[in-house]
């Protein structure tokens, strides 16, 4: 079972005083305080300071580097803290502005905005934009299509690292065409510290979206024709029911630079929760009376949210929303989609519904080595977004059974012996025997570096040193 999945300090030093920052998580779940907390200002100082921490000059394990703190797992919890925050931000066109040198300590968000400044854009997105280019490569994140990747245009990425030997700092830079790239992308942020990356872009993208009220399994009958129907889709499954908020996007060839969305329409079934929480008390993890009546009343009068814009505004919307939510990222073979479903079905009939929406998509699959779309003889996988909102959990017990109650469905797959993967930023229970089995940790493993393991990392991959 993951550490630290509480609000409350679970990481803090074992000292009557502490002086640094409390660290938390997007979702509110995983909160420590490192016993050192480092920005450097240049990369001289980033460099001085891992070689620093690998002599154990202050007496200090492991170190990781801080993203976006959107990954609601234990992956970032350290003794030791590097923000790369105060590095200089880099960001360089080419003379014919097809490409761009950027550094990696730019939130997504803002990398969007400054191509879409030169007209330009890259051709797919994630869920959450305020991630870091570097938390983006290092933990895989994957956009809601199975026709392109994030990363489809990255033509090198450099990071900063220790030689094998741990005595000195190293700068390496990987091409797309090396070998080790598949080393690079997903890399937990277990090989170093990733710096900057080259990416070819493209004119600025505009989409329309559709959402509505649909039946999920009509839906989800055929996934190969929706995927040509649509350019980019998902389907949030609405708890203990038939039917789903089905988002769809199809290019077009213009729209207005910011979108038009309505500021009275509700975006995405998030943004309507959010809207009635204060009518809620506390309700924990599982679907209650109240929750059950709200969703059940937004089938019924949702209606279709249809508008047009920018891929960085349209793709998709819930990066938005005000909610707190945690979530597990599962992927499984799309033969297995009917067998999936049922299990979900017959495991939350006895044990409880989640408090939010199922998010259901397709995604590409890839070739990096830790990555849990990598599914050898696969085009495609199909994505499960197990999501709880942390906002009606509100102590440690409460957020113990949500741990407690996704366990149960991973246990439930896995004696059902339907075969699935895991994101490492998200929730996950994988084990030595697990990582071994689904991911090619031994290519991987030459590329790792002890000093940016930590317990939650050592745990998965070495849990008997």
Not at 119 to 143: R, V, Y
Request: proline share 6%.
């Amino acid at each position: 079972m993951p550490t630290g999945q509480a609000a409350s300090p679970t990481h803090t030093p074992q000292v009557k005083y502490a002086v640094g920052p409390q660290i938390q998580d997007w979702a509110q779940l995983v909160s420590f305080q490192p016993r050192l907390y480092f920005r450097p200002a240049s990369l001289d100082e980033l460099k001085a300071f891992l070689l620093e921490v690998q002599r154990k000059t202050f007496g200090a394990g492991s170190l990781r580097v801080l993203g976006g703190l959107h990954s609601c797992s234990d992956i970032c919890v350290s003794d030791v803290i590097l923000d790369t925050s105060d590095l200089p931000k880099e960001l360089e066109f080419s003379p014919d502005l097809t490409s761009v040198t950027v550094s990696a300590n730019w939130h997504f968000h803002e990398f969007l905005e400054a191509l879409a400044a030169k007209g330009k854009s890259i051709t797919a997105t994630g869920g959450t934009d305020e991630q870091t280019l570097a938390g983006i490569i290092s933990t895989n994140t994957a956009p809601a299509t199975p026709a392109h990747t994030i990363y489809e245009l990255v033509d090198w990425i450099e990071y900063v690292s220790l030689d094998p030997g741990g005595t000195q700092v190293v700068e390496r830079r990987v091409a797309r065409r090396d070998a080790d790239f598949a080393a690079v992308i997903g890399s937990l942020g277990a090989i170093g510290v990733i710096t900057r990356l080259h990416l070819r872009v493209v004119d600025q993208l505009f989409f329309e979206t559709v959402q509505k009220i649909v039946k999920i399994d009509e839906f989800l009958d055929d996934i190969e024709r929706t995927s040509q129907q649509y350019d980019f889709w998902r389907i949030d499954w609405i708890p203990d029911t038939d039917q789903g908020l089905a988002w769809t996007a199809k290019r077009i060839p213009q729209a207005d630079p910011l979108g038009d969305y309505s500021p009275d329409e509700s975006q995405n079934i998030l943004v309507a929760v959010f809207k009635a929480l204060d009518k809620f008390g506390p309700t924990g993890a599982t679907l209650d009376g109240p929750m059950r009546l709200l969703y059940a009343g937004l089938a019924l009068t949702y209606g279709v949210v249809a508008a047009r814009g920018p891929l960085r505004h349209m793709l998709p919307v819930d990066r938005y929303s005000p909610l707190h939510v945690a979530m597990a990222e599962w992927s499984f073979d799309p033969a297995d989609l009917p067998r999936v479903m049922a299990a979900c079905r017959a495991y939350f009939e006895r044990a409880g519904w989640p408090n939010m929406p199922i998010e259901i998509e397709l995604t590409q699959t890839d070739n990096y080595y830790m990555s849990p779309w990598n599914w050898p003889g696969l085009a495609h996988i199909i994505k499960f977004n197990f999501m709880y909102l942390t906002d009606v959990i509100t102590n440690d017990e409460e957020r113990l059974c949500m741990v407690e109650h996704l366990k149960g469905l991973w246990d439930c797959l896995g004696e059902a012996g339907i075969p699935f993967k895991a994101h490492w930023g998200k929730l996950n229970f994988m084990d030595e025997t697990f990582v071994r089995a689904n991911f090619a940790f031994e290519r991987f493993e030459p590329f790792i570096r002890p000093l940016f393991l930590n317990s939650y990392l050592t745990q998965r991959l070495y849990p008997r040193t």
